[in-house]
């Protein structure tokens, strides 16, 4: 077999796909073209386009009526809501009347029975904003319950729609019970501070060495990373690592008799931090929050230096440790928030300004600096899922 012949049964099978793939979506959207919404206005009868119905002696006229349930969104601010959206519809591939039988009174008792699914689809979706998914399933369940009970009571009532004094006084009921109850979009009230979030930061920072310690030693630049955690009553617990990488200024730089160490001039020094801050979280509008905070840690200074042996190799003195003490405050600009049915999320830009004091054991110098950060945050809770998870890719 040639290759001509091969390609053109590769042209032949994706026509074939594009033609199946083409109908599907046709067929889609002409299921979606025969549903009647409620709010497109009341019933008439041309919205009965069934000719034939089987066995339909006893009957006038002939309905289905569906709910379907849909994810919609909406953007107030820096808030993205998305949320289930749960609407009524007339099936109309399923709907029939008998011209020679059919009254006014009929199309009425169909519309009240519109009427009372479109009531009981507002219940489920006011009822749902800000709820879980499984809440939403329990919500969903309880009301569609409500709505056959209540028609099932109509049709008996009315005698399948023929008794005018009770479709009318229905009719009134459901009417009333509809303009008490407009359908409801997500607002700011559903976006209230949400405890327990879990989040993830990586910071660029700059340090400005305070006393003594700016005789030694140039401006360091470095990174931290971190976990954080947003607790009840907007406590705030950050666990975070940090490295700053920095210059000697002088070509003797002594600790004291126990730390006397030959740093030579221009050689790159670091100073590493493990540390816990606690803080508390002043959320002040829905665009930004502030995290006064403080903590201790365990802190490490060290100075890379030629081996005694070997000028080609480099070690670290690494043996100068401590603790440190910081204290600052976190100001967060919330530039994108989701809230979903089963979980939250906050994507934020920090700016960060922090005093850091590194006390070492046995050395009689400490060091001062005061640091300024820029981070990409990040922070989230789910529920139904048991635990917590961090995302990377929000955009």
């Given amino acids: 077999m040639n290759s001509k012949t091969d390609i053109r049964r590769i042209f032949f099978v994706l026509y ?27 019933l008439t009868w041309a919205d009965y386009q069934v000719a034939e119905f089987g066995e339909r002696a006893n009957y006038s006229s002939i ?64 009822l749902s904003l800000g709820e879980t998914t499984q809440n ?10 409500k709505a056959k009970t209540q028609v099932d009571q ?83 617990f950050d666990f975070g690592f940090s490295m700053q990488f920095t210059n000697l200024k002088v070509d003797k730089y002594y600790w004291d008799s126990k730390y006397n160490y030959d740093w030579e001039l221009g050689k790159h020094t670091d100073i590493m931090r493990f540390y816990v801050n606690v803080g508390h979280t002043l959320n002040t509008n829905q665009y930004f929050r502030f995290i006064p905070y403080a903590g201790v840690g365990y802190s490490s200074h060290r100075q890379k230096t030629n081996s005694l042996n070997s000028k080609k190799d480099t070690y670290y003195l690494s043996n100068i440790d401590g603790i440190a003490l910081q204290a600052g405050i976190n100001a967060d600009w919330m ?30 110098k400490n060091i001062w600096s005061i640091n300024f950060g820029v981070a990409f945050h990040f922070d989230c809770k789910t529920y139904n899922t048991g635990f917590y998870y961090i995302p990377i890719i929000i955009f």
């Fill in 16 to 42: 074939l796909s594009f033609l199946v793939v083409g109908n599907l979506s046709l067929s889609g959207k002409n299921r979606d073209s025969n549903l009647k919404s409620w709010i497109t206005g009341p």
């Fill in 154 to 236: 109509f049709i008996k009532e009315s005698d399948g729609g023929r008794d005018s004094l009770v479709v009318r006084k229905y009719e009134e009921s459901i009417t009333g019970e509809l303009d008490r109850n407009p359908r409801k979009e997500p607002d700011l009230s559903m976006a209230e501070h949400v405890d327990d979030t879990f989040g993830f930061y990586v910071s660029y920072d700059r340090g400005m060495f305070m006393g003594e310690a700016s005789d030694n030693l140039k401006p360091s630049d470095g990174m931290s990373v971190g976990f954080d955690f947003f607790g009840r009553n907007n406590w705030y």
């Fill in 63 to 126: 309905t289905d009526f569906i709910y379907k349930s849909t994810t919609r969104k909406n953007k107030i601010g820096n808030y993205k809501f998305v949320y289930y959206s749960f609407d009524c519809y007339l099936n109309k591939d399923k709907t029939w009347y008998d011209p020679q039988k059919a009254t006014e009174w009929n199309l009425r008792a169909d519309q009240v029975v519109f009427d009372i699914m479109e009531l009981h689809s507002r219940y489920i979706q006011n």
């Fill in 136 to 145: 939403f399933q329990k919500i969903k369940e309880k009301y569609e319950e």
């Fill in 335 to 364: 530039f994108k928030r989701t809230i979903r049915p089963d979980e939250v999320l906050n994507t934020s830009l920090r700016f960060r300004l922090y005093g850091a004091l590194d006390r070492y054991s046995g050395a009689r």
